[in-house]
């Protein structure tokens, strides 16, 4: 099975500054599609971005980008201008693109703290 | 409806009773999913329903969980007998079929077993 690693259980960001969250992942497949979800206290679970992995280049939402390191297995998400709302849980996840492969396998999560 | 939605939001109930979790998907969306999230953790995966194929399963963690969707839209999380180790909230996500297609997550049923 998929595993989802991020190592990082807590940040903190001052506001309007950058951070960068962590996640590692690991596979056999080649073709796969990686997620970055939001959750804040009202458990609502909000996408941030995706990435089809056969795409090279790293996907982009407004001030939320991704690093994304096919042959590291690596798949980092940058918020820049960090703002008061993004304070969260950000969980990474991960989705095979075999066909009838059907679920989400999730990290456990970051907490973000934005400082005012 | 313009998101997916659950009921009831939080459920307290004792040790030994059933509860049965209501998920109404995104109109339009044959695939729904259902995920627990126990405290500190990540989703764990239980089941996966699409249009009218037989559900995957897979990852519900004793015969006393089970689920149905009727008229492939609105569907039930049973959990019989319930234990403490239950507790947990309970995720419902619906998507399109397309492949890699991104699930759209409902807010949660918070679910405390006394």
């Known amino acids: 099975a998929q595993t989802v690693t991020q190592s990082q259980p807590e940040m903190s960001v001052q506001e309007a500054e950058t951070v960068t969250l962590s996640c590692t992942y690991d596979?056999?497949?080649?073709?796969?599609?990686l997620f970055w979800y939001k959750q804040p206290p009202s458990r609502q679970m909000i996408l941030v971005i995706r990435?089809?992995?056969?795409?090279?280049q790293n996907a982009t939402e407004n001030r939320f980008s991704v690093n994304f390191q096919k042959a590291a297995k690596s798949f980092s998400l940058k918020i820049s201008d960090s703002q008061l709302g993004d304070a969260a849980m950000y969980f990474c996840?991960?989705?095979?693109?075999?066909?009838?492969?059907?679920?989400?396998?999730f990290g456990t999560g970051t907490r973000l703290t934005v400082i005012p | 409806g313009a998101g997916v939605s659950q009921s009831p939001s939080n459920k307290v109930t004792e040790k030994g009773k059933d509860v049965e979790l209501r998920c109404d998907p995104i109109?339009?969306?044959?695939?729904l999913y259902w995920y627990r999230q126990s405290l500190g953790q990540g989703l764990e995966f239980l089941i996966y329903?699409?249009?009218?194929?037989?559900?995957?399963k897979s990852g519900l963690p004793s015969d006393r969980f089970s689920a149905e969707r009727t008229g492939g839209s609105v569907s039930t999380l049973t959990i019989q007998r319930t234990q403490q180790e239950d507790s947990a909230v309970y995720l419902c996500?619906?998507?399109?079929?397309?492949?890699?297609?991104?699930?759209?997550f409902g807010p949660g049923t918070r679910l405390l077993v006394l």
């Open positions: 996840a991960y989705r095979s693109a075999f066909p009838g492969a059907n679920n989400l396998f």
């Open positions: 596979t056999s497949e080649s073709d796969y599609y």
């Open positions: 996500a619906s998507s399109s079929t397309r492949a890699g297609e991104t699930q759209y």
């Open positions: 990435q089809e992995a056969y795409k090279q």
């Open positions: 109109s339009g969306h044959t695939a």
């Open positions: 329903f699409q249009g009218n194929s037989a559900p995957d």
